[in-house]
């Protein structure tokens, strides 16, 4: 497989990850505490935003792709099981056979893949504006885990 080819594969699945974790939050919705929506809400929101700053770097790299180098850090058959994680995550919430905590630790499994496959260091961009807009995933990703840990540990008192 050429470069071309390869680095749309990548920023195929990361795009489908985002917006399978959007669609993860967003039915967890249903199952979540009132007092939790807002929180899920807003981790559907920044997992859209994701999804479009993945979708901008994918036009920016067909126009020059020149400005772009693969990483071979990159797992592309451990990430399609992160999908199919989260696709049974919906499934379950959707089948209403899910307990709070197991959807916050399918959440936390979900945020910590993204980090271990470094989403920030996947591509080696020469564009400052897009290496931005990793970094901003990579920040976000960082602190959904963070406040989706909190979450397990208070759910767990």
């Known amino acids: 497989m050429e470069k071309v080819e390869k680095i749309l594969e990548v920023l195929k699945i990361?795009?489908?990850?985002?917006?399978?974790?959007?669609k993860y939050y967003d039915n967890c919705l249903l199952l979540c505490p009132?007092?939790?929506?807002?929180?899920?809400?807003?981790?559907?929101?920044?997992?859209?935003?994701?999804?479009?700053?993945?979708s901008a770097i994918t036009t920016s790299f067909l126009k020059n792709p020149d400005h772009f180098?693969?990483?071979?850090?990159?797992d592309t058959v451990s990430a399609k099981k992160v999908i199919s994680l989260i696709k049974d995550g919906i499934r379950r919430i959707q089948n209403w056979d899910i307990k709070y905590e197991e959807l916050l630790k399918i959440a936390d499994e979900l945020e910590s893949s993204m980090i271990e496959h470094d989403y920030d260091k996947v591509l080696n961009i020469e564009q400052q504006e897009h290496l931005n807009l990793m970094n901003e995933i990579?920040?976000?990703?960082?602190?959904?885990?963070?406040?989706?840990e909190e979450?397990?540990?208070?759910?767990s008192k």
């Open 34 to 54: 009132e007092n939790e929506k807002d929180f899920f809400s807003k981790l559907t929101a920044e997992e859209n935003k994701h999804f479009n700053y993945l």
């Open 69 to 74: 180098e693969l990483n071979e850090a990159f």
């Open 151 to 155: 979450k397990i540990q208070k759910a």
């Open 14 to 22: 990361m795009k489908e990850t985002e917006l399978w974790a959007a």
């Open 138 to 148: 990579f920040k976000d990703t960082l602190r959904h885990r963070k406040l989706i």
